[in-house]
């Protein structure tokens, strides 16, 4: 694996696990403090939903400012910026007075390193690489993320029942910390602004080209629309997760740990796999695959009862969602000037903005109708607008060409 050969690359790699791992154990440990101190089901979906709001408000912002700052120097700042949000809120779950405005209040907070982080990174590992290994490094990088994230989602389940929610805070700042100082280390082989000579415009006017990418670029409008459905009604799944595990499976906090790790594990297998696609084969197909099998495993999922079988669906829910981020991530990229990578993330970041929708519909639901329910109803509106997406989008049906027609394009030269 020829991306490991750089130096800059192994400590941004290594700066992800660390990163990973403590955003792993975040997820567990905040959304068992909602269920099970803050107010049920709909309490998990209102926190859930306060941390992807800044996706919506700040997405533009941060994919631009990924592209005129020095990227390093912006992920040290924004897992800094963690530390003192972990602190505070194992301070707060330490006082035993837990307030649903206050845990929101903070969840929002905290939604906002990865807004400021994902643009940053994503395009920083193609600062740290030759072109020729940029995909194989942009899968690393994503496989460390998964894999380390399912492994803090299996340690907060196990420390909650033991050590409490407030080591686990106290335990994800530290994780926090040490992120940011490997990131320090990332000395980038090419500039993170302004890559390739290309000049940097204001930033206001670089603000609306980014906003301008939806509406001029029609491959970036159809993968943010599938990409909004997809998230208010396949990756909201997450919410109906910890009374699924408390009410349905019998399970607990360390059921909900092991739920969470095998989300991540499938995702980390959906990145290898998609590691050793051939380059050849076309990626728009692949999506509208991943969507169709999204909503199934969702239907699926709603009617288990056991522990195991729900985790092996949930590696396959897991799966989807993984590609479907990553091959959107991708497709967006490849359809933007290279100039512009910053943006085109942040984009995809203002795109999951929809999420916030998504989670207090399922919380609702949740609370109302109970989780199967929930989870059968969300898969069965995916399903739908997987097969929207097919019918008015034929690029993405799978033929005989898919195989043979290579989806690397540049659509920003075309009228």
Known sequence: MSSFGSSAFRWLWTSTLVASAGGGMYSTTTAWLALDSAGGPFAVGLVLAARMLPSLLFGLAAGTLADRVQRNRLLVGVSLTAVPLMLALSGLAGSGRI???????????????????????????????????AANAM??????????????????????????????????????????????????TASGVG??????????????EAARLVFDLPAVRTLILAGAACEVFGFSFITAAPAFARDILDAGAGGLGTLNAAISVGGSLAVVIQSLIPGRIRREPLLGMVFVLYGASLLVLATTRELALAAAVLLVT??????????????????????QRGRAI???????????LGHLEMGSLVAAFGSPLALA???????????????????????????????????????
């Open 99 to 133: 307030e649903l405005w206050l845990l929101a209040a903070l969840s929002f907070a905290t939604g906002c390193v990865p807004v400021f982080d994902v643009p940053a990174r994503q395009a920083l590992v193609m600062d740290t690489v030759p072109r020729a290994v």
């Open 139 to 188: 899968a690393l990088n994503a496989l460390a993320g998964r894999l380390c994230t399912a492994l803090g989602a299996l340690a907060a389940g196990a420390l909650i029942p033991t050590l409490g929610v407030v080591s686990c805070y106290l335990l994800i700042a530290f994780t926090y910390a040490m992120a940011a100082a490997l990131a320090g280390f990332v000395r980038p």
């Open 195 to 208: 890559r390739g000579g290309h000049p940097r415009p204001p930033f206001s006017t670089a603000l609306s």
């Open 318 to 339: 897991g799966a989807c969602a993984a590609s479907f981020d990553l091959l959107q991530q991708t497709l967006i990229q490849l359809a933007v000037p290279e100039e």
């Open 346 to 356: 942040g984009v995809w970041v203002f795109g999951i903005g929809s999420a916030p």
């Open 377 to 415: 109803g969300n898969g069965c509106v995916v399903l739908v607008a997987a097969a929207v997406l097919l019918a008015r989008s034929p690029g993405y049906r799978w033929s005989a060409e898919s195989s043979r027609l290579n989806s690397r394009r540049e659509p920003w030269k075309s009228g």
